[in-house]
C-alpha cells in the first residue's frame, strides 16, 4: 500500500467541542500559562494543573497525572519550555537544558517520544546559549504542539482510509475493539487508535466501540470510556479477560490499539494486556492495528527484547479505588506494559501512511537519511 494518502478534506475532526482537552494554552501578555488535566482526579473532578517548570513536569509524569506516550513528551516540553520564563530565565544555560533533560527521560522509561522529542530539542539547540538558546526552545516548543495537530489529523485520516477498506459484518459501521486510553487525554490531539475511531464516528463508519477497563489503572474505564461518552459514541465497556468472549458476543470487524514504543522489526511495546488482545484476535481472525505517531517508532533498537518495561508499584494492584482488595503483603508482578509480536501484527498506521513490517524498513531508511540531514 502506497505512503500518504494526502488528507484534503478540511472538515475532517474539526468539531473541537467533541475533544477533552488535555492541555490548555494561555498565552498571557508576558508569560504563557500551560495547564494539564490531572487525569488522576477523572472521571469525577476535573482540574487543571499548572506545568511551571521542569520540577512540575516531572513530578506530574512520575505520578500519572499526566500519562500517555505523546503526552507525556508535550508535558516534558513545556516543562523546559516555562523554565525559560522562571527568573527571566537568568539560570537558563545549556547546562540546565542538559540535566533537565536527563531528570526527564528517567521518568517513565518505556514510552520513546519523550527520548525522541528532547533528542530534537536538543539538536534543534545545538550550539546555543543564553537568550538564542531561550529564544530556540520556545520556538520548538510552540512549533511541536502545531505540528502535532496537524500530523495528527492525518494520522487519523490514514486510520480511516485502512479501517473503511476492511469488510464489515453490520452494514451500518465498523465494531472496533480497544485498550488503555490512547485518545485526546492522551495527547495534545484527537490522539492515535482512539483518534482513528473518532475519525470514524466523524466520517459515520462507527457502529461501536468495545473498551477494555485496562486494569490495574483502569486507563479504559476512566478515561477512555469519558471520552467515548463525550464524543456520543455508542460503546461498551468490558473487563479486559472479557475481551475473547466480547469479540464475538459484538461481531467486532477490527483491534486498534496505541503504542509506546515500536522497534525496527514492528514489535510492539503497549499496554499491559495488548500482546493478550493480539493473541486473541490472531485466534479468531480479527485484524490488528497498531496507531502511533512517527515519534513512537525507536529504529535504532532491534527488537522487542530490548525493550525496557516499566514496572510500577505493588500498591497500584493491591489497590482498587483506594480500597484494599487482597492482603496488604501479597506478593504481586506489576509491569506497566506488554511487548507483542510483530507477527500478530497487521499494520502500523502512522501520519505517514499504513505500513506492514515491509513498509518498516522503508520508513526506517527514510529516518536514517534524515538523521544524516
Ligand atoms: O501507562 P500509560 O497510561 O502512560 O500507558 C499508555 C499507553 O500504553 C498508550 O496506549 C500509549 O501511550 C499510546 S497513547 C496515544
Request: proline share 3%; with cysteine; charged share 20%.
Amino acid at each position: 500500500m502506497s505512503l500518504n494518502w494526502p488528507l484534503t478534506d478540511t472538515t475532517f475532526l474539526q468539531n473541537e467541542s467533541k475533544r477533552l482537552s488535555s492541555l490548555t494554552i494561555d498565552t498571557g501578555t508576558t508569560k504563557p500559562s500551560i495547564k494539564v488535566l490531572d487525569q488522576l482526579l477523572l472521571p469525577a473532578q476535573k482540574k487543571y494543573i499548572e506545568i511551571k517548570n521542569v520540577d512540575t513536569a516531572v513530578s506530574l509524569i512520575k505520578n500519572m497525572q499526566v500519562r500517555g506516550a505523546p503526552l507525556i513528551a508535550s508535558v516534558a516540553v513545556f516543562g523546559i519550555c516555562m523554565e525559560t520564563f522562571v527568573n527571566a530565565g537568568a539560570n537558563f544555560t545549556k547546562d540546565f537544558l542538559l540535566s533537565a533533560i536527563a531528570r526527564l527521560i528517567e521518568t517513565r522509561p518505556t514510552a520513546v517520544n519523550l527520548h525522541n522529542v528532547l533528542q530534537r530539542l536538543l539538536k534543534e539547540t545545538d550550539g546555543l546559549d543564553g537568550i538564542p538558546l531561550i529564544e530556540a526552545v520556545r520556538n520548538f516548543s510552540f512549533k511541536e504542539l502545531i505540528d502535532e495537530a496537524k500530523d495528527n489529523r492525518q494520522l487519523c485520516w490514514n486510520g480511516v482510509q485502512t479501517i473503511s477498506a476492511l469488510p464489515r459484518k453490520h452494514a451500518d459501521g465498523y465494531t472496533i475493539m480497544t485498550i488503555c486510553n490512547t485518545g485526546s487525554l492522551a495527547t495534545t490531539s484527537w490522539g492515535t487508535a482512539l483518534g482513528v475511531i473518532s475519525g470514524l464516528q466523524d466520517r459515520k463508519l462507527l457502529r461501536r466501540v468495545i473498551c477494555l477497563e485496562t486494569r490495574p489503572y483502569n486507563q479504559g474505564s476512566r478515561l477512555t470510556a469519558t471520552e467515548l461518552a463525550h464524543q456520543g459514541i455508542e460503546f461498551r465497556l468490558i473487563c479486559d479477560s472479557m475481551a475473547a468472549f466480547a469479540i464475538n458476543a459484538f461481531d467486532v470487524d477490527a483491534v486498534i490499539v496505541g503504542a509506546d514504543r515500536v522497534v525496527a522489526n514492528g514489535d510492539t511495546a503497549n499496554k499491559i494486556g495488548t500482546y493478550n488482545l493480539a493473541i486473541v484476535a490472531k485466534h479468531l481472525g480479527i485484524p490488528f492495528f497498531v496507531a502511533l505517531p512517527y515519534d513512537t517508532f525507536d529504529f535504532k533498537t532491534q527488537d522487542g527484547n530490548a525493550i525496557v518495561i516499566e514496572e510500577r508499584k505493588d500498591d497500584e494492584m493491591r489497590y482498587f479505588n483506594g480500597g484494599l482488595i487482597c492482603e496488604p503483603n501479597t506478593p504481586v508482578f506489576n509491569p506497566a506494559f506488554d511487548v507483542t509480536k510483530a507477527e500478530l501484527i497487521t499494520g502500523y498506521i502512522s501520519e505517514r501512511g499504513f505500513h506492514t513490517t515491509v513498509g518498516l524498513e522503508e520508513l526506517r531508511v527514510h529516518a536514517t537519511n534524515e538523521a544524516r540531514g
